[in-house]
């Protein structure tokens, strides 16, 4: 077992793991966060999609110990008390979710994708989605939500 | 996943140290290969010995004529890297297709050439490109470097630390990706170098290979008309559920013309 410690949503956390914790499970079994999902468990799907030091990573493709300092952001940490973040407000407005299990890694990575690229073209939202499965095939409603949320769309 | 005892050294000795106090201990770069293999029980380490804190396999330079990259550096900092998109623009755009962001994000240079999948992109880079890998212990070239599927020449822990790049002339990287994981069903690497061209062929066979019909071909000729077929046996390639072989000889002839055609636009 070795001691992790990292800040969550901007708050501070510690925990004895051994050290074949993946994040995943440290975010959804050791602090009860399940907001992040595991659908694949095989790097494709994205569901399990955070933020580690400001990048979007597959939880489920990293180590706990991995993350041992660092700063992670969830679906979780998005929204501000009852507000929710543009992008949440957006996949709300838009419709981009039917049954939902893909939504955070969705919502995760496209946060990610308007840090990098504030004004994404719809080539490049379907490109940076490539990680990103969604069983119900909502893409469309996903892809107008991002560009509504980038202030992209005509 | 089986547990194991992690290991998190901080330069090239303290990685040594680790290695050699492990009974059976695995080398661990981004582990976007590394992780799943563990978690499926496809392989096993008493000790995981994590290259991410060693400083000195990280970053991206120029070397005389050459670009030099770290080891442990990301397909994403390859990929955004303005040095490498100004001096080998073929190889930013190989970084650029593999896998996606996440897993840019994470996976490395060094961890791609170590595992030598035989559908990955970067052993076509290197071998193409005609790059040298430094290592903990010496300086293999490319040509040497690679075997067959997930086979390469180096010995147990023996550490990549570093990719030499020499600048082609002009070079390309088209990639055929199987839809769903992204590798390469047929990517070709073609450079032309002061040495003469060279062709790398990943995703076909058992393992990254040049194809010396197509080198022949655009030797006398760098333009795509030149590209005839592979000359490659078709009982040297993969047939699978995705292609069958005589399918991946025909695409690699079509992958090289595209590749010339973007080295020539």
């Not at chain 2, 490395?108 to 559908?119: E, F, H, K, R, V």
């Not at chain 2, 790049?165 to 990287?173: H, I, Q, T």
């Not at chain 2, 490659?232 to 002839?253: C, F, P, Q, T």
Request: hydrophobic share 40%; with cysteine.
């Amino acid at each position: 077992m070795a001691e992790v410690t990292m800040t969550v949503n901007g708050r501070q956390v510690s925990r004895d793991v051994e050290a074949r914790t993946l994040l995943v499970q440290f975010l959804r079994e050791h602090l009860q966060m399940t907001g992040t999902h595991v659908g694949c468990d095989t790097s494709q799907c994205g569901a399990c999609v955070v933020h580690v030091d400001g990048k979007s990573v597959k939880s489920c493709t990293m180590l706990a110990v991995q993350a041992d300092g660092s700063a992670v952001t969830t679906i979780e940490g998005l929204a501000s008390g009852d507000t929710l973040h543009p992008m949440q407000a957006a996949f709300n407005e838009h419709h981009a979710l039917q049954c939902g299990f893909c939504t955070p890694g969705m919502v995760m990575s496209a946060v990610d994708l308007l840090q990098k690229n504030p004004s994404p073209s719809e080539t490049e939202i379907r490109d940076w989605l490539e990680g990103n499965i969604c069983r119900c095939t909502g893409y469309h409603n996903i892809i107008k939500a991002i560009r509504h949320a980038a202030g992209s769309a005509a | 996943m089986y547990d194991f005892g992690y290991h998190q050294p901080s330069s090239l000795s303290e990685a040594d140290a680790a290695l050699n106090s492990a009974s059976d201990p695995l080398l661990m770069a981004g582990g976007q290969t590394l992780i799943p293999t563990l978690k499926f029980r496809l392989a096993r380490a008493s000790d995981v010995v994590d290259l991410c804190g060693i400083d000195e396999l990280k970053g991206i330079r120029e070397e005389g004529n050459a670009v030099v990259i770290g080891a442990m550096t990301t397909h994403c900092e390859v990929a955004e890297s303005d040095l490498v998109a100004s001096r080998i623009p073929a190889l930013a755009s190989l970084a650029r297709g593999i896998g996606d962001p996440q897993v840019r994000h994470r996976g490395t240079i060094g961890g791609s050439i170590a595992n030598n999948d035989p559908a990955a992109d970067y052993p076509a880079g290197c071998l193409g490109l005609g790059a040298t890998i430094r290592t903990s212990k010496r300086q293999i070239a490319a040509d040497d470097f690679f075997g067959d599927t997930f086979d390469t020449a180096l010995e147990d822990g023996e550490i990549v630390t570093a990719i030499s790049f020499p600048l082609p002339e002009k070079a390309a990287y088209a990639k055929f990706p199987n839809p769903a994981s992204r590798y390469a069903i047929v990517g070709v690497m073609v450079a032309k170098t002061g040495a003469g061209v060279r062709v790398a062929v990943t995703g076909a066979g058992h393992g990254v290979f040049r194809d010396e019909a197509i080198e022949l071909a655009l030797n006398e000729s760098f333009s795509v008309d030149a590209v005839d077929a592979s000359g490659v046996d078709e009982e040297d390639l993969n047939s699978d559920i995705h292609a069958s072989a005589e399918y991946r000889k025909h695409l690699i002839g079509v992958m090289a013309k595209r590749a010339v055609a973007k080295a020539n636009s």
